[in-house]
């Protein structure tokens, strides 16, 4: 690898124990593909932390399952490189997850709201 100006540099971060390795795999592979492929610049570095900067300063990832779907189902740059199949199929299982975690009752919601009653 190269330092300073002329070097090239990839990082790719572990995704969480809830991600299918797979496909977490080959949607950052995809990802990077695309933006070569379309020469698509980057956004600078955030060398700060990130948590002190103030609200709209960096773009921040859908922060449950329930934003991410519609942004999966929608976008096109997925269809493209995972399939049309693969994307509407994912999708379509997970939005089912997010019904069935909506009708149940969690651990949590037991003790904290069974002494109401």
């Known amino acids: 690898m190269l330092e300073g100006e002329g070097g090239t540099r990839v990082e790719h971060r572990q995704a969480g124990g809830d991600v299918n390795p797979y496909l977490g ?13 379309h020469e698509i ?16 300063a960096v773009t921040l990832l859908p922060r449950s399952l329930e934003e991410a779907v519609p942004l ?12 049309e199949d693969l994307v ?5 299982i997970k939005r089912a997850e997010i019904e069935a ?6 651990d949590w919601e037991i003790a904290r709201y069974a002494e109401a009653l």
Not at 41 to 56: C, F, I, M, N, R
């Open 25 to 37: 795999a080959a949607a950052a592979l995809a990802a990077g593909l695309h933006g070569i492929e």
């Open 41 to 56: 610049e980057p956004d600078d570095a955030v060398e700060t932390d990130v948590y002190a900067l103030p609200p709209g």
């Open 72 to 83: 999966l189902a929608a976008s096109a740059v997925a269809r493209e490189w995972l399939g």
């Open 88 to 92: 509407s199929y994912y999708a379509e």
């Open 101 to 106: 975690f909506a009708r149940t009752v969690t």
